[in-house]
């Protein structure tokens, strides 16, 4: 069942500037996915028109069901409750703390005190971090802080998980820890995870499905692949 559908894709920036260039992709329900490609080779954008932060100016990108191109500004809610997103830089909430900021997630969307509290824990039990419950984020280590940021990410069961360079601020040690966390998430819940990284090691040692982008066009796509750019692309 395809998952995501990218058809016939193309976002160029108001600068003159293409980011994606006639890019057609499908990504089925549960797979993992490693997106690599050097900077400017339009990671970043595809990354952004999967969560509606950018459409694409022509062609279709569909998530879920959901034409992302033709999706209303009142309606993006929609599209991300069936996504999970982790970004690099983390973003937790510096005066809440883990419970509360994976809780965040779910009060803004009107689930009740007990849902709440029985799908923080389960999420919070999944990335190792239950006895951090009252911790804020200053008190946790890098690696600590990404896992919160996963299990908000989580939290609501999202069919997605898009991953926006989660080790790039990490040794490489606690970024296998948290490659290890996404592939169990993947294999026992089915979650979709699409990741965009630049780490070497990990994707050589995963072998899972490998997506090359250069100058906003699909260069590679294999099945189990390495990590391989040629910075001139």
């Known amino acids: 069942m395809e998952l995501i559908e990218i058809n016939n894709c193309y976002k160029t920036y108001g600068n003159g500037v293409t980011a994606i260039a006639d890019l057609n992709l499908s990504i089925k329900k549960g797979e993992f ?35 992302v191109a033709k999706l209303r500004n009142a309606k993006v809610y929609k599209l991300r409750r069936k996504l999970g997103i982790v970004f690099q830089d983390f973003k937790l909430l510096p005066k809440l703390n883990v419970y509360e900021n994976v809780a965040f997630a779910l009060e803004s969307i009107g689930t009740n005190k007990e849902d709440t509290r029985k799908k923080v824990l389960r999420a919070l039990e999944k990335v190792d971090l239950k006895d951090k419950v009252r911790s804020f984020p200053n008190q946790l280590s890098g690696g600590e802080q990404q896992r919160v940021c996963i299990a ?6 999202p069919k997605v998980l898009i991953c926006d360079e989660p080790t790039g601020n990490l040794d490489p040690k606690i970024s296998k820890e948290i490659v290890d966390i996404l592939n169990k998430i993947n294999k026992e819940s089915k979650t979709t995870i699409i990741m965009a990284t630049h780490d070497k090691d990990i994707v050589n040692k995963m072998k899972k499905r490998v997506i090359l982008l ?20």
């Open 152 to 157: 908000r990410a989580i939290v609501n069961n």
């Open 33 to 67: 996915v490693f997106l690599i490609g050097a900077s400017g080779s339009g990671k970043s954008t595809l990354i952004k028109m999967l969560y509606r932060e950018e459409k694409p100016t022509k062609g279709s990108v569909i998530v879920g069901g959901i034409n």
């Open 214 to 233: 250069g100058g906003g066009v699909l260069k590679d796509d294999c099945e189990k692949g390495s990590y391989k750019i040629n910075e001139s692309i």
